[in-house]
């Protein structure tokens, strides 16, 4: 029996999410209320269930937009979703529903964001990859784990007297976020979305922002689940380069997590050969592929809503030269459908 989630569901769901191996953060049902309250997304949220047990579940949002096409996503705002089941019965009903929901809505594609192939008929991306990597309880042993470069880089950040500090509001993170990926030319998500996550999440979100001499270096929101830590936005200051203040801050997010019982460092999704991609090689990271797999609906071939496809670049140009404050105004208005 497939059924749709309901909020009275929310703690069984969360309990198949925690048994499983399979899910991730990404499938808690908090995403359900993020996306809704965030950017007034149509969620659909299937498991399915047999003798009063929860079998599969599928986290399903649909983005449609003007700009950036039709879809339906697992999970949208998410590196990872897709279905999670039990057993071949509850897979096949859940990916079922799916495509009969996709063409019901009329989207362009069905997007499921595995990190292993699960849909080998479907085309997938090629685009993404994810970088994990296992963490030692000794912090000696992580440090000399990062490749001699750019340790370096971490220590001249220790030795530059930054220092790191648990912030509860989103003001110095948000302000640090959107400087850098307006330098990227990425329109940034609105202030309220990142108050929601933190609400929403509560300890399992956590932002870490860097100092020196009381002035903003860096900051970032990472999530904290099972035995995993996942530094997910973040961003430096115009300080932040001289200062070696990014590789500080992961450090320090990798020795507080450490701290708190991780074993698992996920530094989260890149697109190949960019600089976010060689950063985390940097760090001794090895690139996992990511199965962005997906059934065509309407559309005869994946579309390429990314800033790789050339039709996008004068706009990024253009974007990298907005005025701090009008991007932060602007850019919320584009990232809510940019799924």
């Known amino acids: 029996m497939i059924k749709l989630l309901e909020p009275l569901d929310y703690p069984r769901w969360d309990s198949y999410v925690m048994a499983s191996d399979e899910a991730s953060f990404f499938h808690l049902s908090a995403w359900q209320e993020v996306l809704r309250q965030a950017f007034s997304h149509k969620t659909y949220y299937y498991f399915t269930e047999q003798d009063g047990q929860i079998t599969g579940i599928l986290p399903l949002v649909h983005v449609k937009s003007m700009l950036f096409g039709n879809t339906l996503i697992s999970n949208a705002f998410c590196v990872y979703g897709g279905i999670v089941a039990s057993n071949d019965d509850a897979f096949l009903d859940l990916q079922s529903q799916a495509q009969k929901l996709a063409r019901e809505l009329g989207v ?174 940097h760090w001794g990271f090895e690139p996992e592929p990511l199965y962005y797999e997906v059934d065509l609906v309407r559309a005869q071939k994946i579309p390429e809503i990314n800033p790789l496809n050339p039709k996008y670049r004068l706009f990024i140009a253009a974007w990298k030269r907005l005025p701090l404050p009008l991007s932060q105004l602007v850019g919320p208005w584009l990232a809510k459908d940019l799924g």
């Open 108 to 281: 362009d594609c069905l997007e499921m964001r595995n990190r292993r192939q699960l849909h080998p008929d479907w085309p997938h991306k090629e685009l993404y990859v994810t970088f994990r990597k296992q963490l030692d309880a000794d912090h000696e042993k992580n440090m000399n784990a990062i490749p001699r470069k750019q340790r370096a880089m971490v220590r001249a950040g220790i030795k530059a007297g930054l220092s790191s500090v648990i912030d509860e509001s989103v003001e110095r993170f948000f302000q640090a976020y959107s400087e850098s990926v307006r330098n990227l030319g990425t329109p940034v998500f609105p202030k309220r979305y990142f108050q929601i996550l933190k609400q929403v999440f509560g300890k399992d979100c956590e932002i870490l922002t860097v100092e020196h001499e009381g002035k903003l270096i860096a900051s970032v929101m990472s999530f904290y689940f099972k035995d995993e830590v996942l530094p997910y936005y973040g961003g430096g200051t115009e300080l932040a380069r001289d200062l070696k203040g990014n590789d500080f801050m992961y450090w320090e997010v990798m020795r507080r997590a450490v701290d708190k019982g991780c074993r698992v460092f996920d530094f989260g999704r890149s697109k190949v050969d960019t600089g976010s991609y060689r950063f985390k090689k």
